[in-house]
């Protein structure tokens, strides 16, 4: 089993930046592969990034390369994601996801999950 408690999203103006936070803890075997994950209203929940804990290879999406950073603390065992240039399409509820491989953004590839933390932004 795994566990994730995501923290840091808030409201921030177009433009602006967030830290997002993942603390991890459980099976290590499960989560050879971590992930950022988003939905926003109505729409569907999407892959925003994912990271090989091994090696650290990460994968972007194509809407927020350039802007956002997944990245790792292996000793304070949490996922950040950096996320700069913030635009109103960014407004989201964000998930940080684990899985043992990495296999793109596919949703269905992870089980597990955190509760979400909300990204608002604003004009």
């Known amino acids: 089993q795994v566990q994730l408690v995501e923290s840091g999203g808030g409201s921030v103006q177009a433009g602006g930046s967030l830290r997002l936070s993942c603390a991890v803890s459980g099976n290590q075997y499960s989560r050879g592969c971590m992930g950022w994950f988003r939905q926003a209203p109505g729409k569907e929940r999407e892959g925003v990034a994912t990271?090989?804990?091994?090696?650290?290879?990460?994968y972007y999406t194509n809407s927020v390369k350039g802007r956002f950073t997944i990245s790792k603390d292996d000793a304070k065992n949490i996922l950040y994601l950096q996320m700069n240039s913030l635009g109103l399409e960014d407004t989201a509820m964000y998930y940080c996801?684990?899985?043992?491989?990495?296999?793109?953004?596919?949703?269905?590839?992870?089980?597990?999950w955190g509760q979400g933390t909300q990204v608002t932004v604003s004009s």
């Open positions: 996801a684990a899985a043992s491989i990495c296999s793109g953004l596919t949703l269905g590839a992870f089980p597990y």
């Open positions: 990271l090989h804990t091994v090696g650290a290879r990460t």
